[in-house]
Structure formats: structure tokens, C-alpha cells
């Protein structure tokens, strides 16, 4: 079955970085666009990145654009985000999600999450 | 963006009753509109996609209904394990957006 697991998440202070990784396993992960959604403590759902099966078509949040960065490695199954610049408001738990195709869909796969919480 | 509403905000209601839950979009979405659950501490949980599309598994007494603007979550019996958040998204444009949310309480 799908399998979603990040890692990476950790306490980091403002204007620090961070890469959070995701492990995919149970499908064929070339084949689905990922993405990053976030969720701040006692907050709703906000979507952050995604990188389509097709790698050339990468999009962001306005609220993360120019400071994260989506890459995707299909040889290792891996999804990561690299987080600059990072402020007191990306603290969050952030989701590895899974689109049900190319990356233009809706999400039908998410992992458990990892925390980030970003405080001097 | 385009931006997503819900109401209520907060719903009370009884095991066994019938609830409905309204998602307005800012603009049309034709019908790439999803709805998930998810319940404290948990991560969202897939149940209706492209608007009226029951994912595997969901039970039938969740349904959705709408297109262009306004969309329909509704729930024929409400059970206990229904008692959680419910989130609309659009995915009519590469930037995505939730709503904010409709929590269903025990009344």
C-alpha cells in the first residue's frame, strides 16, 4: 500500500534553513506529482510546493516563493523541501502529499507530518 | 487565488442526524473541488473528489454535490466517527486552497 514518511523537522531558529526529506513506497513514484501542504498549531490547511511528474513544472505558495525550494529524487523514491530564510510564521507540521496523477489533482495520499517550529 | 469559504464554521449536531456543509469558491472551479476529514493529531483523509466522486472506501453516507462556485458536503446519518474537520480544496489552478474548515461537534 501507499506509504508516505517524512523526516527532518526539528525546533530552528529565524533566518535559518531546513530540508525537510519524504520516503514514498507502494506505488511508482515517477509516475505522481507531490506535494507539500502545512498545517500551523490549531490552524487550517495551507498547500506549499509541488513538483509535477513531470519535473519541469514546479509551483509555490506566494507565502514561500523564493525562500523553499521542491526538488524530487525518483531514483530513491525521495521528496524534499529545502527551506531558507525560514520566519516564526512557517511554523507548522508539514504533510508529504501525493497527487492522484500528474500533479494537476486532487490529493489522495498523505504522510503522518513532521514539525517545524521555527523560534529563537 | 482563488480563495475558498465554508460555513459554518462550527456544526453541532447529534449521531443520526443529517448534516450538510456548504464551500464557496471566488470563482468557478468547474467541479476540481475535494473535500477531506481529519481528526485530531491526525493527517486529512481523503473523501470526495471532483466534487461528487466517493473515494474507495468512504462510506455512502457521505456525498457531495455542486459545481461552478458552491459545493455540497453532506452527511445521510451522521455516525461517531464522523465528529471531526471537514476541509473543501480547489484544484482548478496549480495554486491550490483549502477552505478553512468546518468542524462538526458532538451536540
Known amino acids: 500500500q501507499v506509504h508516505l514518511v517524512e523526516s527532518g523537522g526539528g525546533v530552528v531558529q529565524p533566518g535559518r534553513s531546513l530540508r525537510l526529506s519524504c520516503v514514498a513506497s507502494?506505488?511508482?513514484?515517477?509516475?505522481?506529482?507531490m506535494h507539500w501542504v502545512r498545517q500551523a498549531p490549531g490552524k487550517g490547511l495551507e498547500w506549499v510546493a509541488v513538483?509535477?511528474?513531470?519535473?519541469?513544472?514546479?509551483y509555490y505558495a506566494e507565502s514561500v516563493k523564493g525562500r523553499f525550494t521542491i526538488s524530487r529524487d525518483n531514483s530513491k523514491n525521495m521528496l524534499y523541501l529545502q527551506m531558507d530564510s525560514l520566519r516564526a510564521e512557517d511554523t507548522a507540521v508539514y504533510y508529504c502529499?501525493?497527487?492522484?496523477?500528474?500533479?494537476?489533482?486532487?490529493?489522495?495520499?498523505w504522510g503522518q507530518g513532521t514539525l517545524v517550529t521555527v523560534s529563537s | 487565488d482563488i480563495q475558498m469559504t465554508q460555513s459554518p464554521s462550527t456544526l453541532s449536531a447529534s449521531v443520526g442526524d443529517r448534516v450538510a456543509i456548504t464551500c464557496r469558491a471566488s470563482?468557478?472551479?468547474?467541479?476540481?473541488l475535494a473535500w477531506y476529514q481529519q481528526k485530531p493529531g491526525r493527517a486529512p483523509n481523503l473523501l470526495i473528489y471532483?466534487?461528487?466522486s466517493l473515494d474507495t472506501g468512504v462510506p455512502s453516507r457521505f456525498s457531495g454535490s455542486g459545481s461552478g462556485t458552491e459545493f455540497t458536503l453532506t452527511i445521510s446519518s451522521l455516525q461517531p466517527d464522523d465528529f471531526a474537520t471537514y476541509y473543501c480544496?480547489?484544484?482548478?489552478?496549480?495554486?491550490?486552497?483549502f477552505g478553512p474548515g468546518t468542524k462538526v461537534e458532538i451536540k
Open positions: 502529499v501525493r497527487d492522484s496523477d500528474n500533479g494537476n489533482y486532487h490529493f489522495d495520499y
Open positions: 507502494g506505488f511508482t513514484f515517477r509516475n505522481y506529482g
Open positions: 513538483i509535477w511528474s513531470a519535473v519541469s513544472n514546479i
Open positions: 470563482q468557478s472551479i468547474s467541479s476540481w
Open positions: 471532483k466534487a461528487s
Open positions: 480544496q480547489q484544484y482548478n489552478s496549480y495554486s491550490r486552497t
